[in-house]
């Protein structure tokens, strides 16, 4: 209960600034509409109207219709369900394989923590792309391995802050009491420090999903990411991009959509991080 | 108070840790506690105090050495029972409020021992009531988090923690360590009232000689990592025979100016535990040191009923012999200091 | 009796926190004579570090309103412009700090530290003199091999040597005024007694006055002249140390006292505390700031707010009823 009553005063801090304001509601905009795309569409963002070509926005098509008479609006929604999943899961994964080695780097003997560190060093030397693509030229281009080659490349970046944090609590009097306790080491990680070293990771997390988002749509883009039909705001750019000379609509329209939704983010990641603690912000 | 023939809880014998090789932080340390006594630890920062308290609760391997409690070696009982080992020894750690979890209410905090020792739910709730009730703890206390709490309370709250388990010993660290003196009082009777009722015995760490002198029964002072003189409290503040002892137990200034004595200061800086001197370790600052005393290291040796020092050359345990001795030294080496 | 170098007036402190407006300091009135050492006790909160940022004029981020005077040698310290308050920190206010570590910059070696404050003191002084200038401090502040150590960085010397050099960073600016915020008591008991004893030498050379800020009350009886007990952001009772400290008036002073160990007492003798909290800085006063814990408090305690009077020779304490306790 009062874990709830922290994260409530937490969003309240974070939301007291106009910019936090602000990424706050593209954030619960988006969440929403990738929760409920099949209730807000108005369209099934497939269905082909092929006479309706390149339609200007009106009534019945809110923002026009692409080169194959699909409704835009409908896309841009189903859009966010696929960006929001795509950028929520590989998080997910990445924040928790990323917590696991760094607790374990953390605790390892000298030898085991050079080992992890090295591992974090090599993915995030590798560029993202070249491995995106060697990684698709293997197992052919889907939504799961957009999300795998993400996961990947952000796991370091948690592993180091995760680790970070579990050095500097390592040895703080209130886990030394639990060992004078005889509790178990794993109690002492799971009861005791995950707790204490969960609310910078969330906020690293909430700042990475306007990056994972134009990740996937830059990975999609270039047809290594979610293939079509399926309506990510990559493909959408990139079926817009193809019939430039038909109509500006599509390409404009779904790229504002992409740049609303991560500045949105952004904002808001920002305005959390400083609520959180206010000394990373400057430290920048 | 205590039995001297009664076999003693707590024994180091010989026990030495040094730390990468080079870090001589416990030095050939003897010692004993008996049961029902408090001993008091003194000593600079750096002597080795925190680590002889953490090689006693099992969280600082010894590098040489045996420490046994009730006869049995410390190494053993943990290896067979290291739960059964938790319930006999326990700590009060020295930041009271930083040792409760900043999560957790005080109420969680204090069902710890339950989950971790799987003790009878029914009961030990009872004891903790009881515990909370016997240390003066408001019983809504349970509800608040560690930063909601006073020092006071926080230091009150790891007590009964580590009273939820039953314990034999209790190793307390500057049990009254940034406590104001206005409640400092009030904590020192709850501690020994607690002894008197349980049984408790106490290894109870200090720089406030005031506290040391007041609650302890025997006391052992420590200088780079050896125990330099080990004698009953009042004794020792009475008619200290090591010279390092003399200093310090001098250094305590009283309010009452008609009581109050010339502190002996002794000069130049505490030697690095890294490069240890050589012969005794406390002849680059003794203001009586010998030429021998550079070169031989003085042995621990009985100089009286129940006192042993690490000296060549101990004062006389005649009431104020090593006060005045010490204090011509030491004007002698001031006024050499002075004349260019 | 001569001037005294600072008289404080009624000096009030008011700092906005997340419970509302706190009085830090409640109406002090005080004086530092010159040429003494005043110590100033109490316990946590009782507003004396307040006090000292007052006199050095480094107040708190969040202070919210300072009335009162400050007459520093006729000069009012309190809304004096904080540009002139610079100039006059470096010159004539010195202070030194509990933890010396967070007074000196890491990067610096300790002659920069020295040769800065000198330049600061006086801009034509050439870099050789003020070393030499400096050397010769550190040898008077007792530091053996001073020419080693003015190339050493702080990190490289011990907590009670730290302590030596911003003794002699403080006393190369001839301060009118030195303030001495608890000073030893992050050092052992031995070291303690070396820096107190060095304090005590210094006086003889030193012509200003010292604010020693302690809560160790033995070692304000040794190395003051006069004691002001403070007690939620209120001077309770001051005058010459000797007096206050073996004859107290106020009843919190003799409460202190008493909580701190005796030699004589009989050990296993029950220890006395002060029972009951201390006052809240966000709640008005209303009446004596102690009677809520005095165990002389009568009803009037409760509605009337005792003046500082006088209560002897040099003396004073604010206490309506001190001349009726036993």
Redesign the interface.
């Given at each position: 209960m009062n874990t709830l009553a922290a994260i409530l005063a937490t969003l309240r801090r974070a939301t007291g600034s106009i910019t936090g304001a602000v990424g706050f509601t593209i954030f619960v905009l988006v969440i929403l509409a990738a929760l409920f795309a099949p209730v807000i569409a108005t369209h099934d963002p497939d269905a082909l109207d092929v006479m309706n070509r390149f339609a200007p926005p009106s009534a019945a098509h809110w923002l026009g219709t692409d080169h194959l008479g699909r409704d835009l609006f409908s896309r841009l929604i189903h859009g966010a369900t696929i960006a929001m999943s795509v950028a929520l899961s590989a998080i997910a994964l990445a924040l928790a394989a990323g917590t696991v080695l760094g607790i374990l780097a953390a605790y390892l003997s000298d030898r085991g923590e050079r080992v992890i560190l090295i591992l974090f060093d090599v993915i995030a030397a590798f560029p993202s792309l070249v491995l995106a693509l060697a990684i698709v030229a293997v197992f052919g281009p889907s939504t799961g391995v957009v999300v795998a080659i993400v996961a990947l490349t952000m796991t370091p970046h948690f592993g180091r802050v995760a680790r970070a944090q579990v050095l500097t609590l390592k040895n703080a009097p209130f886990l030394e009491a639990e060992r004078i306790l005889g509790a178990s080491g794993a109690r002492i990680v799971f009861v005791h420090l995950l707790p204490n070293i969960m609310g910078p990771l969330v906020v690293l997390a909430s700042m990475d999903i306007p990056v994972v988002i134009t990740i996937e749509a830059g990975l999609s883009f270039l047809g290594l990411g979610v293939r079509p039909p399926l309506a990510s705001w990559g493909t959408l750019i990139q079926d817009g991009y193809q019939f430039l000379s038909d109509s500006w609509i599509p390409v404009v329209v779904s790229s504002l959509a992409l740049a609303l939704a991560t500045l949105g983010f952004t904002l808001f990641g920002e305005a959390l991080r400083d609520a959180v603690d206010p000394r990373i912000g400057r430290e920048r | 108070m205590t039995d001297p023939a009664a076999p003693p809880l707590v024994s180091f014998e010989d026990v030495s840790v040094v730390f990468g090789g080079r870090v001589h932080a416990l030095d050939h340390v003897d010692l004993t506690i008996a049961r029902g006594e408090v001993l008091g630890l003194v000593g600079?920062?750096g002597s080795g105090k925190t680590t002889l308290c953490r090689t006693l609760?099992g969280?600082t391997p010894l590098t040489t050495g045996w420490i046994r409690i009730g006869g049995a070696p410390l190494i053993e009982t943990m290896a067979a029972d290291?739960?059964g080992?938790?319930?006999r020894v326990?700590?009060l750690?020295?930041?009271a409020v930083?040792?409760?979890?900043?999560?957790?209410?005080i109420g969680r905090t204090l069902e710890?021992?339950i989950a971790?020792?799987g003790l009878p739910r029914e009961a030990a709730r009872r004891r903790l009531d009881g515990l909370l009730a016997r240390l003066g703890l408001p019983r809504d206390i349970v509800t608040k988090?560690p930063h909601q709490i006073?020092g006071g309370q926080a230091r009150r709250v790891?007590v009964a923690?580590a009273l939820m388990?039953e314990p034999d010993l209790i190793v307390a660290d500057e049990p009254t360590a940034g406590l104001?003196?206005?409640?400092?009082?009030?904590l020192?009777?709850l501690l020994?009232d607690l002894r008197r009722d349980l049984g408790l015995t106490y290894l109870l760490v200090s720089?406030n000689?005031?506290?040391i002198?007041?609650?302890t029964d025997r006391t052992a002072v420590m200088y780079l990592g050896q125990i330099v003189e080990t004698a009953p409290?009042?004794d020792l503040?009475d008619r200290p025979a090591h010279p390092y002892a003399a200093?310090?137990v001098?250094?305590?200034?009283?309010?009452?100016?008609k009581?109050?004595r010339r502190?002996?200061?002794?000069g130049?800086?505490?030697p690095s535990v890294v490069d240890l001197p050589s012969g005794c370790r406390f002849h680059t600052r003794c203001p009586v040191a010998q030429p021998r005393c550079a070169v031989d290291v003085p042995a621990e040796r009985e100089v009286g009923p129940g006192r042993r020092v690490r000296c060549h050359f101990p004062f006389s345990l005649a009431p104020t012999a090593a006060a005045d001795a010490l204090l011509v030294a030491a004007d002698a080496a001031t006024a050499a200091a002075a004349t260019p | 009796m001569a001037e005294p170098l600072v008289a404080i007036r009624n000096l009030k402190l008011e700092a906005g926190t997340a419970r509302g407006r706190a009085a830090i300091l409640r109406g002090i009135d005080l004086e530092i004579g010159r040429g003494r050492i005043l110590g100033l006790v109490g316990e946590s909160g009782s507003g004396k570090s307040s006090l000292a940022a007052c006199l050095i004029g480094l107040t708190p981020a969040n202070t919210s309103a300072i009335s009162g005077e400050i007459r520093f040698d006729g000069q009012n310290l309190v809304g004096l412009d904080p540009t002139a308050f610079a100039r006059l920190r470096g010159r004539r206010i010195a202070m030194i700090f509990q933890d010396p570590m967070t007074a000196l910059n890491p990067l610096f070696t300790i002659g920069t530290h020295l040769v800065d404050v000198l330049r600061h003191r006086d801009p034509g002084l050439s870099r050789a003199a003020a070393l030499s200038e400096a050397t010769a401090m550190l040898v008077k502040v007792g530091i053996a091999d001073p020419e080693a150590r003015i190339a050493a960085y702080p990190h490289q010397l011990s907590g009670g040597m730290r302590q030596r050099v911003m003794i002699a960073m403080a006393l190369l600016m001839r301060p009118d005024l030195l303030l001495a915020d608890e000073p030893t008591t992050a050092l052992d008991a031995t070291v303690e007694a070396q820096i107190v004893e060095l304090l005590a030498a210094l006086r003889r050379e030193v012509s200003g006055s010292i604010v020693f800020i302690s809560h160790h009350l033995g070692l304000v009886a040794q190395l003051c002249d006069d004691v002001a007990v403070m007690y939620g952001g209120t001077v309770v009772e001051t005058g010459p140390v000797d007096a206050v400290l073996t004859d107290p008036r106020h009843p919190y002073t003799r409460a202190l006292i008493a909580c701190e160990i005796d030699e004589d007492d009989a050990p296993g003798g029950r220890l006395l505390s002060i029972p009951g909290e201390v006052p809240d800085p966000v709640r008005p006063m209303t009446g004596c700031i102690f009677a809520p814990r005095c165990a002389h408090a009568v009803e009037t305690c409760r509605s009337e707010v005792p003046e500082l009077r006088t209560s002897g020779d040099g003396r004073r304490a604010a206490c309506l009823r001190f001349e009726e306790l036993p």
């Amino acid at each position: 209960m009062n874990t709830l009553a922290a994260i409530l005063a937490t969003l309240r801090r974070a939301t007291g600034s106009i910019t936090g304001a602000v990424g706050f509601t593209i954030f619960v905009l988006v969440i929403l509409a990738a929760l409920f795309a099949p209730v807000i569409a108005t369209h099934d963002p497939d269905a082909l109207d092929v006479m309706n070509r390149f339609a200007p926005p009106s009534a019945a098509h809110w923002l026009g219709t692409d080169h194959l008479g699909r409704d835009l609006f409908s896309r841009l929604i189903h859009g966010a369900t696929i960006a929001m999943s795509v950028a929520l899961s590989a998080i997910a994964l990445a924040l928790a394989a990323g917590t696991v080695l760094g607790i374990l780097a953390a605790y390892l003997s000298d030898r085991g923590e050079r080992v992890i560190l090295i591992l974090f060093d090599v993915i995030a030397a590798f560029p993202s792309l070249v491995l995106a693509l060697a990684i698709v030229a293997v197992f052919g281009p889907s939504t799961g391995v957009v999300v795998a080659i993400v996961a990947l490349t952000m796991t370091p970046h948690f592993g180091r802050v995760a680790r970070a944090q579990v050095l500097t609590l390592k040895n703080a009097p209130f886990l030394e009491a639990e060992r004078i306790l005889g509790a178990s080491g794993a109690r002492i990680v799971f009861v005791h420090l995950l707790p204490n070293i969960m609310g910078p990771l969330v906020v690293l997390a909430s700042m990475d999903i306007p990056v994972v988002i134009t990740i996937e749509a830059g990975l999609s883009f270039l047809g290594l990411g979610v293939r079509p039909p399926l309506a990510s705001w990559g493909t959408l750019i990139q079926d817009g991009y193809q019939f430039l000379s038909d109509s500006w609509i599509p390409v404009v329209v779904s790229s504002l959509a992409l740049a609303l939704a991560t500045l949105g983010f952004t904002l808001f990641g920002e305005a959390l991080r400083d609520a959180v603690d206010p000394r990373i912000g400057r430290e920048r | 108070m205590t039995d001297p023939a009664a076999p003693p809880l707590v024994s180091f014998e010989d026990v030495s840790v040094v730390f990468g090789g080079r870090v001589h932080a416990l030095d050939h340390v003897d010692l004993t506690i008996a049961r029902g006594e408090v001993l008091g630890l003194v000593g600079e920062s750096g002597s080795g105090k925190t680590t002889l308290c953490r090689t006693l609760i099992g969280l600082t391997p010894l590098t040489t050495g045996w420490i046994r409690i009730g006869g049995a070696p410390l190494i053993e009982t943990m290896a067979a029972d290291p739960l059964g080992f938790r319930r006999r020894v326990q700590m009060l750690l020295q930041d009271a409020v930083a040792s409760l979890s900043p999560r957790l209410t005080i109420g969680r905090t204090l069902e710890e021992p339950i989950a971790i020792h799987g003790l009878p739910r029914e009961a030990a709730r009872r004891r903790l009531d009881g515990l909370l009730a016997r240390l003066g703890l408001p019983r809504d206390i349970v509800t608040k988090f560690p930063h909601q709490i006073s020092g006071g309370q926080a230091r009150r709250v790891g007590v009964a923690r580590a009273l939820m388990v039953e314990p034999d010993l209790i190793v307390a660290d500057e049990p009254t360590a940034g406590l104001d003196v206005s409640v400092q009082g009030e904590l020192l009777n709850l501690l020994m009232d607690l002894r008197r009722d349980l049984g408790l015995t106490y290894l109870l760490v200090s720089h406030n000689l005031n506290v040391i002198r007041r609650v302890t029964d025997r006391t052992a002072v420590m200088y780079l990592g050896q125990i330099v003189e080990t004698a009953p409290t009042r004794d020792l503040f009475d008619r200290p025979a090591h010279p390092y002892a003399a200093a310090l137990v001098s250094t305590n200034p009283a309010i009452d100016p008609k009581r109050r004595r010339r502190p002996i200061v002794l000069g130049g800086e505490i030697p690095s535990v890294v490069d240890l001197p050589s012969g005794c370790r406390f002849h680059t600052r003794c203001p009586v040191a010998q030429p021998r005393c550079a070169v031989d290291v003085p042995a621990e040796r009985e100089v009286g009923p129940g006192r042993r020092v690490r000296c060549h050359f101990p004062f006389s345990l005649a009431p104020t012999a090593a006060a005045d001795a010490l204090l011509v030294a030491a004007d002698a080496a001031t006024a050499a200091a002075a004349t260019p | 009796m001569a001037e005294p170098l600072v008289a404080i007036r009624n000096l009030k402190l008011e700092a906005g926190t997340a419970r509302g407006r706190a009085a830090i300091l409640r109406g002090i009135d005080l004086e530092i004579g010159r040429g003494r050492i005043l110590g100033l006790v109490g316990e946590s909160g009782s507003g004396k570090s307040s006090l000292a940022a007052c006199l050095i004029g480094l107040t708190p981020a969040n202070t919210s309103a300072i009335s009162g005077e400050i007459r520093f040698d006729g000069q009012n310290l309190v809304g004096l412009d904080p540009t002139a308050f610079a100039r006059l920190r470096g010159r004539r206010i010195a202070m030194i700090f509990q933890d010396p570590m967070t007074a000196l910059n890491p990067l610096f070696t300790i002659g920069t530290h020295l040769v800065d404050v000198l330049r600061h003191r006086d801009p034509g002084l050439s870099r050789a003199a003020a070393l030499s200038e400096a050397t010769a401090m550190l040898v008077k502040v007792g530091i053996a091999d001073p020419e080693a150590r003015i190339a050493a960085y702080p990190h490289q010397l011990s907590g009670g040597m730290r302590q030596r050099v911003m003794i002699a960073m403080a006393l190369l600016m001839r301060p009118d005024l030195l303030l001495a915020d608890e000073p030893t008591t992050a050092l052992d008991a031995t070291v303690e007694a070396q820096i107190v004893e060095l304090l005590a030498a210094l006086r003889r050379e030193v012509s200003g006055s010292i604010v020693f800020i302690s809560h160790h009350l033995g070692l304000v009886a040794q190395l003051c002249d006069d004691v002001a007990v403070m007690y939620g952001g209120t001077v309770v009772e001051t005058g010459p140390v000797d007096a206050v400290l073996t004859d107290p008036r106020h009843p919190y002073t003799r409460a202190l006292i008493a909580c701190e160990i005796d030699e004589d007492d009989a050990p296993g003798g029950r220890l006395l505390s002060i029972p009951g909290e201390v006052p809240d800085p966000v709640r008005p006063m209303t009446g004596c700031i102690f009677a809520p814990r005095c165990a002389h408090a009568v009803e009037t305690c409760r509605s009337e707010v005792p003046e500082l009077r006088t209560s002897g020779d040099g003396r004073r304490a604010a206490c309506l009823r001190f001349e009726e306790l036993p």
